[in-house]
C-alpha cells in the first residue's frame, strides 16, 4: 500500500487486509459505464479469494456493450452479472451467483468450519456498494446517498442465515487517481466540484474521443467548438440571465447531471473491443497544458 495515497484511503486499504482472513467471496463492484477503468483488478486479483464481477448502474450503459463485456469476463474464467443494485430481480441474480460462489468455498479443501459464509463488496467510492448491500438485505442496512464518500465506517451485515456482509468504505488506486476526471463524469471520486463549465467540456470530449457523441442534441452542428455547443443549449433549454445572455452554470450542470442520470440515454464510455488507454493517453494529450493530472480525495 502506497504511504503517498490519501489517510482515508489507506484506512480503507487496511480495512480490507484486516478483515479478508475471514471472508470467503469477493464481490468487485464496477460501473458498467466503465468496466476495466472504475476496477480495481490487480488489487482484487491478489487477494485469492473466490470473486464475483458485478456491472453496476447497468441500467444506464448500452445494454449490447454490457453483454459484450459479461462475455468478455466469462471467457477470461470471471463470474459477471450487469446489475441495477435498486432492481429486486437484477440483484436477485447477483444472489444466485454469490450462493453458486458459496458452494464453491464449502466444497474447497481449506473451507472454514463456521457455517456462515462472509462476503466483502470491493468497488470505488459512489458505484453503489450501500445501495446493493441494503437490496441484498432487504432493508436499509448501509447508509447511501447519491454522492461520493458517505460511507466511512465498517460494520457486518446479515443477509440471510448462513450469509454476512461486510460493508466498507469505497478504495482507490493511483492508476483511478489518474482517471480521475472521467470518474468525476460518472459521479465517482470523493469531494465535490464547482467547476461544472471544465467537467462539461471534459463530458464532450470524452463523448467523442469514445464515439458517444450522437447523444448530446445538436452537436455535431459545432465541428469540436464545446464553448459555443454550450452555449446553445443554453438557449435551446431557456436557461438565460438577465439580458437574455445564456445562463451558462445552470447549462453545464443540466448537461453534467443529465448525462449522469441516463437523461441522453443509455451510454457505455469503454468498450470491450476499445482500447482504453489508448483513448485515456489522447485524452490526456489534449489536456496536456492542465495541472489536473491528479484529483485531491
Not at 437574455?244 to 447549462?251: E, T, V
Request: one cysteine or more; proline letters at 4%; glycine letters at 6%.
Amino acid at each position: 500500500m502506497n504511504k503517498d495515497l490519501p489517510g482515508h484511503i489507506r484506512k480503507a486499504f487496511r480495512s480490507v487486509e484486516k478483515y479478508l482472513p475471514v471472508v470467503d467471496i469477493i464481490v468487485e463492484l464496477v460501473d458498467a459505464r466503465m468496466p476495466n477503468g472504475s476496477r480495481l483488478k490487480d488489487f482484487v486479483g491478489k487477494l485469492g479469494k473466490v470473486s464475483v464481477i458485478a456491472l453496476s448502474k447497468a441500467d444506464l450503459a448500452d445494454k449490447d456493450a454490457t453483454k459484450k463485456w459479461i462475455e468478455k469476463y466469462k471467457n477470461e474464467g470471471c463470474s459477471c452479472v450487469a446489475l441495477d443494485c435498486r432492481d429486486r430481480n437484477s440483484v436477485k441474480n447477483l444472489a444466485k451467483i454469490i450462493y453458486s460462489a458459496k458452494a464453491k468455498t464449502l466444497n474447497s479443501k481449506n473451507a472454514p468450519l463456521r457455517k456462515v459464509r462472509r462476503i466483502m463488496i470491493i468497488g470505488i467510492p459512489n458505484v453503489g456498494k450501500s445501495t446493493l448491500i441494503n437490496s441484498l438485505a432487504g432493508r436499509s442496512a448501509a447508509r447511501a446517498a447519491n454522492m461520493p464518500g458517505v460511507t466511512r465506517s465498517v460494520q457486518w451485515i446479515k443477509i440471510s442465515g448462513d450469509l454476512e456482509l461486510l460493508d466498507l468504505p469505497g478504495i482507490l488506486d493511483f492508476g483511478l487517481l489518474r482517471r480521475g476526471d472521467l470518474l468525476k463524469l460518472i459521479n465517482t471520486i470523493p469531494g465535490r466540484d464547482d467547476d461544472t463549465y471544465t467537467k462539461a467540456k471534459n463530458l464532450c470530449r470524452i463523448l467523442y474521443l469514445t464515439n458517444n457523441e450522437h447523444i448530446l442534441p445538436k452537436i455535431d452542428e459545432f465541428e469540436h467548438n464545446f464553448d459555443k455547443f454550450i452555449s446553445d443549449y443554453a438557449r435551446d433549454m431557456n436557461f438565460l440571465i438577465k439580458g437574455g445572455n445564456p445562463d451558462l452554470q445552470r447549462a453545464t450542470n443540466d448537461i453534467v447531471k443529465r448525462f449522469q442520470n441516463g437523461g441522453f440515454g443509455r451510454v457505455t464510455l469503454e468498450k470491450p473491443d476499445q482500447d482504453f488507454s489508448e483513448i485515456l493517453a489522447r485524452y490526456e494529450e489534449e489536456d496536456s497544458d492542465s495541472d489536473e493530472d491528479f484529483v485531491n480525495v
